[in-house]
């Protein structure tokens, strides 16, 4: 990706996303950070020197367009990182529809129609939409069922989105992380009762780092699916 690349990030405040906002920022590259509330976007902006912030609330996706339209969209999206997400585990007899809503709404619905909203930019760019989606994407455990399935639904987005927008010159990648070290990985073990050990899992830098390759493979490439496993 030549010259300064404007890059839209869902989930920059922890984990996978601030890894990979350091190394674009680090580059001299523009960020635009999703947050969900001001106060959120001030803590960016800080964080972040030269970004500029989008504010919405992924857990709202049918909002997402009424908010945007108070605020000022990049004229051109070169990626758009969508790394936020949420898990809620538990078990079907016991799920209720709003832990359902919750994790369909952020995971899937909210990347989908930020996807919609930006395609514009994206498709002016020759750009690059790219969906960090999980080991659940793939297979489904005891007690991972809504979660699991608005991961398999966001690989089913990203798979459609590809095929529609290949002749347009946009490029769309998957990565499926086994379990990094993140504060969304200290919840899922408390749900699991199980001791978080952080140096068991795979550190968010070399999620980040697969990402960047993708990102920065010349325009004749494009990986669709790519998969990160705990190395030890």
């Known amino acids: 990706m030549a010259g300064m690349a404007t890059h839209v990030i869902t989930g920059a405040g922890s984990g996978i996303g601030a890894a990979v906002a350091r190394r674009l920022h680090a580059r001299g590259d523009e960020l635009v ?18 970004a500029r912030t989008l504010v919405g609330d992924l857990a ?30 538990g078990r079907v007899g016991e799920l209720t529809p709003r ?16 996807t919609r909203l930006l395609l ?11 969906f960090v989606n999980s080991g659940a994407g793939l297979n489904a455990h005891a007690e991972w069922s809504a979660y699991a399935a608005s991961k398999h639904g966001l690989k089913a987005l990203a798979d459609s989105l590809r095929q529609e927008e290949h002749a347009a010159g946009v490029r769309v990648t998957t990565v499926y992380p086994g379990r990094t070290a993140s504060p ?29 390759m993708a990102l920065d493979l010349p325009p004749d490439a494009e990986v669709n699916d790519l998969t990160v496993r705990p190395g030890r």
């Open 33 to 50: 950070l999703h947050a969900r509330d001001a106060g959120r976007a001030r803590e960016l902006a800080a964080t972040y020197p030269g």
């Open 60 to 89: 709202e996706p049918d909002r997402l367009s009424w908010a945007f339209s108070h605020q000022t969209l990049p004229d051109r999206v070169d990626s758009l990182l969508h790394i936020a997400g949420v898990v809620d585990l």
């Open 99 to 114: 832990t359902w809503h919750h994790q369909l709404d952020v995971n899937l619905i909210a990347p989908a129609e930020l």
């Open 120 to 130: 514009p930019q994206l498709r002016l760019a020759r750009g690059h939409v790219l």
């Open 184 to 212: 969304m990985q200290a919840k899922v073990h408390q749900q699991e009762g199980k001791e978080y050990d952080p140096a068991r899992w795979i550190d968010p830098e070399s999620v980040a780092t697969t990402l960047l």
